[in-house]
């Protein structure tokens, strides 16, 4: 048995999930946030159950080394030595990793060279590889990008209609995120039909806090509906989606803001949060629905519109779908968001199976045997699809 250690940093957290390999099965997972304060929250969870501490982490190699050293403490490992690799969500890719890939100093170069492209999180992402590198020497570390599933698009699908040389000079182009997430509820969706990815048209809704689309055909992402950034695409929790370019400078005229100003407004106090003026978990915003806020309906509606806009151009594009995905928080557990989008999907023969509907957070059909185009849950499971690339890379 491996185990394996997957990472996900963000500029003021870090994420992880202990796993034996191959079997899959989850050993510990926990958070360390709030990075850089005097009262960081530690929370790990050992046998179902959840311990929480407040104590100062004052950077990432700090978070990396009360994690390992609590590993020891807790007996969770009897040595640091038993973890035989990790694995580190890497948000930006860009078009040279097609694929997850073995830290080199090669790798770590090209990360760094990104991070003009995603300034929050590749930086965050390299801090946590040279923690682990520092703390584990030897173990092998291994990038698993959320973009590269996404390489696979034509030039006429990433390509933005601006001057070319943006492209040429500084990588201007559609990336496309939630590539793990996308790519494992996809590669399960095959098994689940007994059928090979390659012989599918499939689109997968990861509806999270974030979320993106992406439509999949004969195993490779075709269109995807997140861009340079994550703040492209459809209204999500607290980020904008799609809007006209002009409005940001209106704005900054208008509220005397700058570029940025107006940009971390897209980013945080829109979507949900910026419609309905106050929620952002999508939780709050059915309950509000259901007494009659019409602001919050109106949050969740904007939302809809645009999914179902995705998914008809979508389906045009690849000539037909089998199968609909839903998949994330919202996707596999909220059963209004499911119904209400399916029955605004009914010009292409979509029935929705209500009784089967009625379920959270499990593979499940949730379109009747009539229906012209089946729909799914899927629960994605990012931390596996690490795991599984760290061990493959590794060559573990
Ligand atoms: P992210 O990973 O992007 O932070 P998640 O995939 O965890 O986001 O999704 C968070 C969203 O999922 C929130 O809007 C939350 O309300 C929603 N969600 C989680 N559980 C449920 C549930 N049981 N019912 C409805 N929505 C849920």
């Known amino acids: 048995m491996l185990k394996?250690?997957?990472?996900?940093?963000?500029?003021?957290?870090?994420k992880f999930k202990l796993m034996n390999m191959p079997e899959e099965s989850v050993i510990t997972e926990g958070v360390i946030e709030r990075i850089g304060a005097e009262d960081a929250y530690y929370t790990i969870k050992i046998n179902g159950n959840k311990q929480k501490q407040v104590l100062p982490v004052r950077n990432h190699s700090e978070a990396v080394n009360l994690l390992l050293n609590d590993l020891v403490g807790k007996n969770i490992v009897a040595s640091l030595m038993e973890i035989k690799g990790i694995g580190h969500r890497i948000v930006q890719g860009g078009a040279y990793f097609s694929d997850s890939a073995l830290i080199t100093p090669k790798a770590i170069e090209i990360i760094r060279d990104y991070c003009s492209l995603a300034p929050l999180h590749n930086p965050?992402?390299?801090?946590?590889?040279?923690?682990?590198?520092?703390a584990l020497p030897g173990v092998p570390n291994v990038a698993v990008f959320d973009t590269s599933f996404h390489q696979t698009m034509e030039p006429e699908a990433y390509m933005y209609a601006v001057p070319y040389e943006w492209y040429t000079k500084y990588n201007i182009r559609k990336y496309g995120f939630h590539g793990t997430s996308h790519k494992y509820v996809s590669h399960k969706i095959a098994e689940v039909l007994g059928k090979p990815l390659a012989d599918l048209k499939v689109i997968t809704l990861h509806i999270g806090n974030g979320a993106s689309i992406a439509a999949i055909k004969n195993g490779k992402v075709v269109d995807t509906s997140m861009g340079l950034t994550p703040l492209e695409g459809i209204p999500m929790g607290t980020r904008s989606g799609n809007i006209d370019p002009t409005i940001v400078e209106f704005i900054c005229n208008k509220e005397h803001l700058s570029v940025s100003q107006v940009l971390a407004i897209l980013n945080k106090k829109s979507g949900y949060l910026g419609v309905s003026g106050?929620?952002?978990?999508?939780?709050?915003?059915?309950?509000?629905?259901?007494?009659g806020n019409a602001r919050c309906r109106l949050a969740l509606d904007v939302q809809y519109k645009r999914i179902v806009d995705y998914?008809?151009?979508?389906?045009?594009?690849?000539?037909g779908l089998d199968v609909l995905v839903f998949t994330a928080g919202i996707g596999e557990n909220s059963i209004s968001f499911r119904k209400d989008i399916i029955n605004r999907l009914g010009a292409l023969g979509i029935v929705l199976d209500e009784e089967a509907n009625n379920t959270r957070g499990k593979i499940k059909e949730i379109t009747k045997p009539e229906s012209k185009v089946r729909a799914f849950i899927?629960?994605?499971?990012?931390?596996?699809?690490?795991a599984r690339d760290t061990v493959r890379l590794a060559n573990l």
């Open 4 to 14: 394996i250690m997957a990472v996900n940093a963000g500029s003021s957290s870090l």
């Open 124 to 134: 965050a992402n390299l801090i946590a590889i040279e923690a682990f590198q520092n």
């Open 278 to 291: 106050f929620w952002n978990d999508s939780r709050d915003l059915e309950e509000e629905v259901a007494k």
């Open 311 to 319: 998914i008809g151009s979508y389906y045009l594009y690849m000539g």
């Open 378 to 386: 899927v629960p994605t499971d990012e931390e596996v699809m690490i």
